[in-house]
């Protein structure tokens, strides 16, 4: 049997970090990733560094913003000066990373990385070596080839053709409520647990399962026609659920007000005060991209920002698999600083049975105020 580990010492120390030096550790892993990814697109592998260039470690530190892994560099300096960086920050990312297994992207640049002691090298950025340069990018090249193996391909592959089935799939379901409701009422909502609270999940998942019939209930009468849901395991807080409230808005108004009520409801009601929830309706205004509130048929603009926003729903998730099913064999499961999880994982992504199209006859749909 298989059986996934948490170091709970190293869970422990993840979680006294503050929130903003959670976020940068958090940013530190998605430029490993970010790396890893851009090293992946090359179909041929050409050398990045360059011994007769500078090169820097950037300041990341406290920038606020947060780093997406599929951005891509328009400079390949740039993309050799974020892996100096990633070198840097190696060990701190390691000895704050609680799970037993390491995501596909964070393994193979460990390894490499070690392969090539560049963890023990000190060099000044600015005036690199040409057999300095040499073994960076003898490390990215191997990099580059861990990737191309087999089972790493189908991994990789297997990880997009989720998040592209999930991303057509909720497209068509906000083309689904469009066509059936003219003017949607969007409500998301993050539900979570307090940091000291005992959570599983089994606990999650059922109090899901409770929420989802408490919405059913309290937005009876056609006012509620969907929603979508996505489970998600977090490093620092553990099990968290994310949710889009689909309301019927010629029966309701307004949003703010809908999604403080669920809120509380999760909060008090069913984790009877050891939940916690975010209303992310009561600051939509400071989005870049709006989309949610109210969402009108004829709004191309608003119906394109409302399925963008779904989009963070239909990302892969790699963290709770690594924990429900992990890589791990013949652990020592006496040891009081190691969590060994056996449940296995069902559905962590579901949306509501959209509602029955009934083509109206008469006058066509108008922009109602």
Sequence with gaps: MRVSMIDLY???????????????????????????????????????????????????????????????????????????YGISVLRKIDDYYPLE???????????????????????DPANISPIFA????????????????????????????????????????????ILCVSRLLVVRIDFGYCEDADTSYELISKHRDVLLRYL????????????????????????????????NGSLVQ????????????????ITESKGVAFNCNAIMSRYQRNGIGRVDYYDINKINALKFACEYLTKYDEYIELVHYGYQTNQCIDDPTRQPIYTKLNRVFGKAKPPTYIPHLGRPRSKGI
Excluded at 262 to 269: G, S, T
Aim: proline fraction near 2%; charged fraction near 30%.
């Design 10 to 84: 190293k869970q422990d120390l993840l979680k006294q970090l503050s929130d903003e030096d959670y976020q940068q550790w958090c940013n530190d892993l998605m430029i490993i990733k970010r790396i890893v990814i851009a090293i992946n697109r090359y179909k041929r592998f050409k050398d990045i560094f360059d011994s007769r260039l500078c090169y820097y470690l950037p300041n990341y530190s406290r920038f606020g913003s947060r780093i997406y892994s599929n951005e891509s560099y328009d400079d390949p300096r740039n993309l050799a000066n974020d892996f100096l």
């Design 101 to 123: 297994y390491y995501p596909l992207y964070l393994r193979i640049f460990i390894d490499c990385v070690d392969a090539g002691q560049l963890t023990r090298v000190h060099y």
């Design 134 to 177: 040499d073994r960076l990018n003898d490390c990215m090249f191997e990099i580059h080839q861990e990737l191309r193996k087999n089972e790493n391909r189908i991994a990789l592959k297997r990880v997009k053709e989720i998040t592209s089935r999930q991303r057509r799939s909720v497209e068509e379901y906000i083309d689904r409520l």
């Design 216 to 247: 059913r209930e309290k937005h009876d009468g056609g006012v509620q026609v969907g929603y979508i849901w996505k489970l998600e395991y977090g490093l620092k807080k553990g099990y968290h659920l994310h949710m889009m409230i689909f309301l």
């Design 254 to 269: 307004e949003s703010i007000s809908h999604g403080k009520l669920i809120a509380n409801h999760w909060i008090q009601v």
